[in-house]
């Protein structure tokens, strides 16, 4: 029998609920759960454990709550009731920012919905799963678990579980540049609105995202002011940070520094204390449009040292690293440039939204173009930033576009600045300073960087591998044994490097950016391969020798350093890619024109 108490607490975290006092309601939720707990009562331990969890905010830690869930879920039998309590702590691991946690359960949970006759359930199970799949590397999977949701809530009457499926199709098809889809899901939204303040909210919330993103910003008051007011008649926990990043957002595009100063401290207050990565960096970004730079660098500091190469790749993983780099180019922070350029380099093409589509953050080609310019390779630049301008001409993203427009990179073939000495030599506590010599990084010793250093001494000339090795002290030469590959066989690698260089003749016509890094991937792999299996004038190589394993040890070595160079001063690298040969003599052979000076002591 249900204790009269637990009811009535239960009545009363359910009216806290819908009036939008969510910690109020938490607090109620955790005592009936305790309550329940103590008396065995099953349903009304349910009823609190997925009420609590309804009032969770995103972000957030999540104290007890999943331990709870998964001691309801572990006790009931029921097969709706357990699909519904693992969907339930899905959301909750996603929404604690361990989407890898959330997977298990997520399906579990569809797998559960799928032996009920309930599409309601079956609609808030394949959101869970869509939630649990929110990362940089899920998207396919999300297009089609959205479809199946359209495909579920099709013929649901409650305008909520429609909600849903429309929410997800407008995320899909906004990361999808579907302009037809965006426009077919913010005109359901609408439509819903009028049958429930929920849908409300949401509907105003993504027609604002929608209208910022095309550069309107005449209807910011009144969609906000209709978000607003619809939050608080539906009771949405977190709703009030969508309604703050509607006004920071507008206030952005407004060129209102006084509001982005006040969004952004109230972003930042919220970022630090709970430690959400993400907060701050999107106040890091509000800080540089209020004209607080100093501000924003501040910030940026959180995601130096590595943090950004361990940031989980979750919801939020673009979103951060496109932030963080528009902050890092505008205070001139090159080390960051670098580091966040490179990780979403392979996302090239990519439209980065908050998640669910709150808001439009731009096109990884457009931070990309911007990035390459400052790291020195203007020519990559041109073809990014002709990529972000055709995309943002197609969607109707005014705003972004001349924003983009009135950027121009540095002409082909000119240096984007004035080239500093260069730093690459150790210092005295074991590091070595790699890059300009006014902002070299220290990085790990690597034995490499000695290979390469006593190579830039000594430009233009062959050194022989056994040479780098030994240092110049001589060792004990000992003869070859055979040899690694066959003429056949190096007939079929050149013959593959022709039709490769044809291939790249191919893409770069096209601008086929991700074609040529393939590409370009393959044929460095291939000229490898020969390297290593010939000698001068294409002779196949002895193996077994003395040199031949000097030669071995200098390429692996000085690649590895190069490589490493690559995380810290990626234009560095690439110079290096290109005028440093290895093989049986290794050289430095700078362009005859090349002003560049090196600091090598």
Known sequence: ????????????????????????????????????????????????????????????????????????????????????????????????????????????A?????????????????????????????????????????????????????LQAHLWGLQTACESLDVPAIHRHMRALELLGEESPRARFFAA?????????????????????MASAACDEAGLADGWMVVEAMKGYTAVQTGDPSTCATIAAECETFGVAEGVAVVCAEAAFLWLHAGRPDRARTLLHAFSEGVLEELPRDVNWLLIL?????????????????????????????????????????????????????????????????????????????WWRDRLAAWTPPATGTPSRTEPRTRMHPTADGLWLVGPEDHAVPVRALR??????????????????????????????????????????????????ADIDHELDEAGEWSDLGRLGTLEADRIALIEEITAATGLAGRTRPV????????????????????????????????????VRTGLFCSYTPPSDDPRQWILD
């Not at 109620?28 to 349910?46: E, I």
């Not at 869509?130 to 495909?151: I, M, N, S, T």
């Not at 960087?449 to 040479?467: I, K, N, T």
Request: include cysteine.
């Open 1 to 108: 029998m249900e204790n009269p108490l637990t009811g009535d607490l239960l009545d009363r975290a359910d009216a806290e609920r819908r009036a939008g006092r969510g910690p109020a309601a938490a607090r109620l939720y955790d005592r009936a759960v305790d309550l329940c707990r103590s008396d065995g009562d099953l349903a009304g331990w349910t009823r609190a454990v997925l009420g609590a969890a309804s009032v969770y905010v995103f972000g957030t830690q999540p104290g007890r709550l999943p331990a709870q869930l998964y001691d309801v879920l572990m006790r009931t039998t029921e097969v709706d009731d357990r699909a519904r309590v693992a969907a339930a702590l899905a959301r909750c691991w996603v929404y604690a920012g361990h989407a890898a946690r959330a997977v298990p359960f997520a399906d579990d």
């Open 110 to 162: 569809v797998r559960w919905a799928g032996q009920c006759s309930a599409p309601d359930l079956l609609v808030d199970c394949l959101d869970a799963a869509l939630a649990a799949r929110w990362g940089p590397d899920d998207l396919d999977a999300r297009v089609r678990l959205a479809a199946e949701l359209d495909d579920a809530a099709a013929h649901v009457l409650d305008p909520l579980v429609r």
């Open 205 to 225: 919330s993504r027609r604002l995202m929608l209208d910022l993103l095309r550069g309107r910003t005449d209807t910011s008051a009144s969609l906000i002011s």
């Open 322 to 398: 496109q932030c963080v780099l528009e902050v890092a180019l505008e205070v001139g922070d090159r080390a960051i440039v670098a580091t966040a350029s490179t990780l979403i380099a392979p996302y090239r093409g990519r439209a980065v939204f908050n998640a669910g589509a709150v808001m439009f953050h731009g096109l990884t080609d457009d931070t990309l173009a911007r990035a390459t310019a400052l790291l020195g390779d203007p020519e990559t630049a041109v073809a990014y930033r002709a990529a972000a301008l055709s995309s943002y001409e197609r969607i109707g993203a005014a």
């Open 448 to 497: 490499g960087f000695s290979y390469l250093r006593e190579l830039l001494r000594r430009p233009g000339q062959d050194v022989s591998a056994l040479d780098l090795v030994t240092s110049g002290q001589g060792t004990v030469v000992q003869s070859s044994l055979d040899a690694t590959v066959d003429r056949q066989a190096l007939d079929a690698y050149r013959r593959r490097l």
């Open 544 to 579: 077994g020798s003395s040199h031949e394993r000097a030669r071995v040890a200098a390429t692996k070595a000085i690649h590895s350093a190069v490589d490493r160079i690559t995380v810290v001063e990626a234009p560095l690298a690439r110079y290096l890619q290109l005028t």
